[in-house]
Nanobody, 121 residues
Framework: QVQLVESGGGLVQPGGFLRLSCAASGSIFVISKMGWYRQAPGKERELVAAITRGGSANYADSVKGRFTISRDNAKNTVYLQMNSLKPEDTAVYYC???????????????WGQGTLVTVSS
C-alpha cells in the first residue's frame, strides 16, 4: 500500500508564498512522475505542475514563473514552491504519483487527500 501525505497548505495574503510538500510512503521501488493538481470550488481538478523522475517539469500556463516543482527521489517526496500567490490560486491542492511500482508490482496512480490553500487579505 502506498500513501501520499501532503503538508504546507494554509492561509496567505495575496503576493505571499507557501511551500507544499508531499511524501510517499510504502514499499516503493520507483515513481515515474509526481505532480500537483488543484480543484477550486465549482471547478474541475486541473494540473498545476508535474515532474518526472529525471527532473523534467511542466506547468500550467497560469502558474508559470510563479510556481516551482521539485522532487527528492531518495525520499519519494515532491515539493511545490508557490510565490506571488493570487486569490485565484485558492483551491484544494492534491498530490499525485503516477506509474508507481512497488515490491508487490505495478500500482499505477495514487492520490493524496489534499491540502487547502487560501489566498485572501
Amino acid at each position: 500500500q502506498v500513501q501520499l501525505v501532503e503538508s504546507g497548505g494554509g492561509l496567505v495574503q495575496p503576493g505571499g508564498f507557501l511551500r507544499l510538500s508531499c511524501a510517499a510512503s510504502g514499499s516503493i521501488f520507483v515513481i515515474s512522475k509526481m505532480g500537483w493538481y488543484r480543484q477550486a470550488p465549482g471547478k474541475e481538478r486541473e494540473l498545476v505542475a508535474a515532474i518526472t523522475r529525471g527532473g523534467s517539469a511542466n506547468y500550467a500556463d497560469s502558474v508559470k514563473g510563479r510556481f516551482t516543482i521539485s522532487r527528492d527521489n531518495a525520499k519519494n517526496t515532491v515539493y511545490l514552491q508557490m510565490n506571488s500567490l493570487k486569490p485565484e490560486d485558492t483551491a484544494v491542492y492534491y498530490c499525485n504519483a503516477d506509474r508507481v511500482t512497488t515490491s508487490v508490482g505495478y500500482l499505477g496512480e495514487v492520490w493524496g487527500q489534499g491540502t487547502l490553500v487560501t489566498v485572501s487579505s
